[in-house]
Structure formats: structure tokens, C-alpha cells
């Protein structure tokens, strides 16, 4: 086993053939001989990045998705995913495990890589790059300007929420379970932070499951009444501390509770983000699978 494969943490990346560490841009990084790795310059440094692990893909993956399907259905802007480069500055090159371009900044979206910062970068904290992720990059993060900085952390399955003030970012918290984050770039994004670590769980746990204490219950008994044969109601209700989701084996609807959960009717985007956040994993790898054919059908 050589040195590089025993890596486990991001390390500068002395060995590699370039320009003196400190100096490197985008590029000598662009004729870096494909190796495997994954490398970043940050501040003129050419630093290597381990393998991302399996658990650390599938969070990404899942975060992608919900932000994906929020911020492109809404015609909001477009969601890219790790490895895709981005050239904060001329000395500054990183592949953020997420980020989100809002439609006033495509124009930095330049063939290969972004050319500026992100409205939205999310980077998840994994052992092997914590460190990295909350010193270096974080830094340069704020350098570039970028407005929005969420840091995942796996192991206890929270989101840290940072926002740049004054060229510095502030904490609005650290968030968990049936949280929804306060994002300023992507506001009311229905999902709860549990939903972004539910890709081990075959069925995620949804906040107020079942008919017990929800001001819904009577009304989803009203529109789902038991069968023939059934001594009580099938319905199942959801919520994400917004709105409520109902389902049962004849139909499905939409609730919007009364002030003080918010009183206003849901937009059809929010909607299609409860219903999305609602289903299961297999459901939502068939409609992303159904997605993706209609896709090649009317192209």
C-alpha cells in the first residue's frame, strides 16, 4: 500500500509536478494527469482530498436531489454536484460537495467550470476534511464572496447555516431532526434536515406521522372514511412543520394548517416539494427514473 493510498486526511499535494505551492492556479491545475484524486487550490496551494467515503456520497446525493428538484422546478437557478470546479479566484479552485447558481449569476458558468462564487455552498464535514472545510476553504469561501455556507455534519446528522456579513460569516444556527433551515438563498425550502441523512432508512420518519394529535386527523378521516371491511381510517398524514401531506389507499392531499404554522395556501413548487419529501426511497428513485425518461422522450 503506498503513501497516497493510506491518506485520510487533505494534505497539501507536494509532489505533484507545478509551479511552487502558494502559486498555483487554475491553470496548472487543468493539466494535472488524472490519477484518481481529487485535488483543490486554496491560496495559491495545491492540497489532495481523500475518497469521498460511500456515506458521505449518499448524503451529497440526497442533498443534491431535494435542492435540485426545489431550486430548478422553480426556474430559481441550477444545482451542480461534486466534481464540478469552481474558480473562486486566481488562486482559489475548489469542488464543493454541492452548490446552488441563482439565474442572476449563470453568466459565471463557463463550459468546464464556474468562474466566481456560488450563491450556495454546502460542504459536508466528514473527518477526513473537517478541518480543511471549516479553516481553509471556509476562508476562501468567504474571500469570494460567496453569501451562503451550509456545513453537514454526518456523524450527528446536523446542518450549520452560515451567512457572509460584513465579509465574515455568521452562525444563524445549527439545525436537526424535523428542522427546515432558514436559508436566505433558497427560502421555504420545505424539506426537514432528517430527510438530507434518510438514504440509509428505507422509510424516513416524518414529524407527526400517523392521525394521533395533528389538527388534521378529523379532516383526512373526512376524506379518506375506512373501506368495507375496515373498522377505522387508512389515512396516514405527514407534516414538515409547514404543511401537511395525506395519503391513503383511494387518493392523496394537500393540508395548509391555520396561523400559527402558516395559514397561506401552498404554491404548486412547495407542493411538489412536500409530496417529493413525503415518499419513500424506492418512490423517489422511480420518479427521479420517471423524471429522467420524459426527459429523453420530449427532448
Given at each position: 500500500?503506498?503513501?497516497?493510498?493510506?491518506?485520510?486526511?487533505?494534505?497539501?499535494?507536494?509532489?505533484?509536478?507545478?509551479?511552487?505551492?502558494?502559486?498555483?492556479?487554475?491553470?496548472?491545475?487543468?493539466?494535472?494527469?488524472?490519477?484518481?484524486?481529487?485535488?483543490e487550490?486554496?491560496?495559491?496551494?495545491?492540497?489532495?482530498?481523500?475518497?469521498?467515503?460511500?456515506?458521505?456520497?449518499?448524503?451529497?446525493?440526497?442533498?443534491?436531489?431535494?435542492?435540485?428538484?426545489?431550486?430548478?422546478?422553480?426556474?430559481?437557478?441550477?444545482?451542480?454536484?461534486?466534481?464540478?470546479?469552481?474558480?473562486?479566484?486566481?488562486?482559489?479552485?475548489?469542488?464543493?460537495?454541492?452548490?446552488?447558481?441563482?439565474?442572476?449569476?449563470?453568466?459565471?458558468?463557463?463550459?468546464?467550470?464556474?468562474?466566481?462564487?456560488?450563491?450556495?455552498?454546502?460542504?459536508?464535514?466528514?473527518?477526513?476534511?473537517?478541518?480543511?472545510?471549516?479553516?481553509?476553504?471556509?476562508?476562501?469561501y468567504?474571500?469570494?464572496?460567496?453569501?451562503?455556507?451550509?456545513?453537514?455534519?454526518?456523524?450527528?446528522?446536523?446542518?450549520?447555516?452560515?451567512?457572509?456579513?460584513?465579509?465574515?460569516?455568521?452562525?444563524?444556527?445549527?439545525?436537526?431532526?424535523?428542522?427546515?433551515?432558514?436559508?436566505?438563498?433558497?427560502?421555504?425550502?420545505?424539506?426537514?434536515?432528517?430527510?438530507?441523512?434518510?438514504?440509509?432508512?428505507?422509510?424516513?420518519?416524518?414529524?407527526?406521522?400517523?392521525?394521533?394529535?395533528?389538527?388534521?386527523?378529523?379532516?383526512?378521516?373526512?376524506?379518506?372514511?375506512?373501506?368495507?371491511?375496515?373498522?377505522?381510517?387508512?389515512?396516514?398524514?405527514f407534516?414538515?412543520?409547514?404543511?401537511y401531506?395525506?395519503?391513503?389507499?383511494?387518493?392523496?392531499?394537500?393540508?395548509?394548517?391555520p396561523?400559527?404554522?402558516?395559514?397561506?395556501e401552498?404554491?404548486?413548487v412547495?407542493?411538489?416539494g412536500?409530496?417529493?419529501?413525503?415518499?419513500?426511497?424506492?418512490?423517489?428513485?422511480?420518479?427521479?427514473?420517471?423524471?429522467?425518461?420524459?426527459?429523453?422522450?420530449?427532448?
Amino acid at each position: 500500500m503506498t503513501t497516497l493510498e493510506r491518506l485520510s486526511v487533505v494534505v497539501p499535494a507536494d509532489w505533484v509536478p507545478g509551479p511552487q505551492q502558494g502559486h498555483w492556479t487554475y491553470a496548472d491545475y487543468a493539466v494535472i494527469a488524472e490519477d484518481g484524486h481529487r485535488y483543490e487550490i486554496v491560496n495559491g496551494v495545491l492540497y489532495m482530498a481523500p475518497s469521498p467515503s460511500l456515506g458521505h456520497q449518499a448524503i451529497a446525493g440526497e442533498i443534491f436531489a431535494y435542492l435540485r428538484n426545489f431550486v430548478q422546478m422553480a426556474g430559481l437557478g441550477r444545482v451542480f454536484v461534486a466534481p464540478t470546479d469552481v474558480e473562486l479566484s486566481y488562486k482559489n479552485v475548489v469542488q464543493p460537495d454541492v452548490f446552488v447558481v441563482l439565474n442572476e449569476h449563470l453568466d459565471r458558468m463557463a463550459g468546464s467550470r464556474l468562474i466566481g462564487a456560488p450563491d450556495l455552498v454546502v460542504e459536508i464535514a466528514s473527518p477526513s476534511t473537517a478541518r480543511h472545510d471549516l479553516r481553509e476553504k471556509q476562508d476562501a469561501y468567504a474571500r469570494a464572496g460567496v453569501p451562503e455556507y451550509w456545513i453537514v455534519t454526518p456523524g450527528e446528522q446536523v446542518v450549520e447555516v452560515l451567512v457572509l456579513e460584513d465579509s465574515l460569516y455568521s452562525s444563524l444556527g445549527v439545525f436537526h431532526g424535523h428542522a427546515i433551515l432558514p436559508s436566505r438563498i433558497v427560502p421555504d425550502l420545505p424539506i426537514r434536515v432528517e430527510q438530507f441523512f434518510s438514504s440509509s432508512r428505507e422509510d424516513p420518519p416524518h414529524s407527526g406521522g400517523g392521525m394521533i394529535g395533528s389538527p388534521f386527523a378529523p379532516l383526512a378521516r373526512e376524506h379518506c372514511p375506512p373501506t368495507k371491511g375496515e373498522s377505522s381510517s387508512q389515512a396516514k398524514l405527514f407534516d414538515n412543520d409547514r404543511h401537511y401531506w395525506y395519503t391513503c389507499p383511494s387518493k392523496s392531499g394537500l393540508m395548509t394548517p391555520p396561523v400559527p404554522r402558516g395559514s397561506r395556501e401552498l404554491t404548486p413548487v412547495e407542493a411538489i416539494g412536500v409530496i417529493y419529501g413525503a415518499l419513500g426511497r424506492r418512490a423517489r428513485i422511480w420518479v427521479r427514473s420517471m423524471v429522467c425518461s420524459l426527459r429523453v422522450v420530449f427532448s
